[in-house]
């Protein structure tokens, strides 16, 4: 099975900053990638899939980027509606494989 | 827009079972495949369960393989989770999350159904 490892675990901001999460396979997954935020009694909400592209309706702050083992998800000119947590999540072509990161949470420093 | 609600949670004693639903609104349903996904209390989110639009083709995690059986009736547009010999280590809240237009990723999700599993 593929692994997804997130860096950091935790990571404090300021509302302004730029903040980037990363997301590393345990094999390559070519660009099978998506990224999701989830707050506090709420569902997950899709913002980045195929690793870069951007959700509609999602905020044009946030961005995706990497291929491979190695991925990116990142937020400019952070914003108080932004303090969350953030999953990866590998998908395949055949709906067979589903793996999510552990979660990295968004805190205001 | 879409619109994915579940039901059917609750309290069941280790070995018990449970069935799930998920009323689905705002999209044609025969042409998504569909997914269950858990977050166990304080945890991430593990996947659990896939059935294709045309309810042909169905995947499972090792973690439930065997004892749980997804499901649709496309006539009522519901998503259903059989959930046999529960054990508390399946305590979670379970949500159906709606296939992308252009990929296996979730585009959708619902609200969750908080699923308890002690004695």
């Known amino acids: 099975d593929i692994q997804m490892t997130q860096s950091p675990s935790t990571l404090s901001a300021s509302v302004g900053d730029r903040v980037s999460i990363t997301c590393r396979a345990s094999q390559s997954i070519s660009r099978w990638l998506a990224w999701y935020q989830q707050k506090p009694g709420q569902a997950p909400k899709l913002l980045i899939y195929?690793?870069?592209n951007l959700e509609s309706g999602v905020p044009s702050r946030f961005s995706g980027s990497g291929s491979g083992t190695e991925f990116t998800l990142t937020i400019s000119n952070l914003q108080p509606d932004d303090f969350a947590t953030y999953y990866c999540?590998?998908?395949?072509?055949?709906?067979?494989?589903?793996?999510f990161g552990q979660g990295t949470k968004l805190e205001i420093k | 827009q879409v619109q994915l609600m579940e039901s059917g949670g609750g309290v069941v004693q280790p070995g018990g079972s449970l069935r799930l639903s998920c009323a689905a609104s705002g999209f044609s349903f025969t042409d998504f495949g569909m997914n269950w996904v858990r977050q166990a209390p304080g945890q991430g989110l593990e996947w659990v369960t896939y059935?294709?639009?045309?309810?042909?083709?169905?995947f499972y995690s090792d973690s439930v393989k065997g004892r749980f059986t997804i499901s649709s009736d496309t006539s009522k547009n519901i998503l259903y989770l059989q959930m046999n010999s529960l054990r508390p280590d399946d305590t979670a809240v379970y949500y159906c999350a709606k296939k992308g237009v252009s990929g296996n990723f979730f585009d959708s999700w619902g609200q969750g159904t908080l699923v308890t599993v002690s004695s």
């Open positions: 059935i294709r639009s045309d309810g042909t083709t169905k």
């Open positions: 999540q590998h998908y395949n072509s055949f709906a067979t494989m589903y793996s």
């Open positions: 195929k690793a870069s």
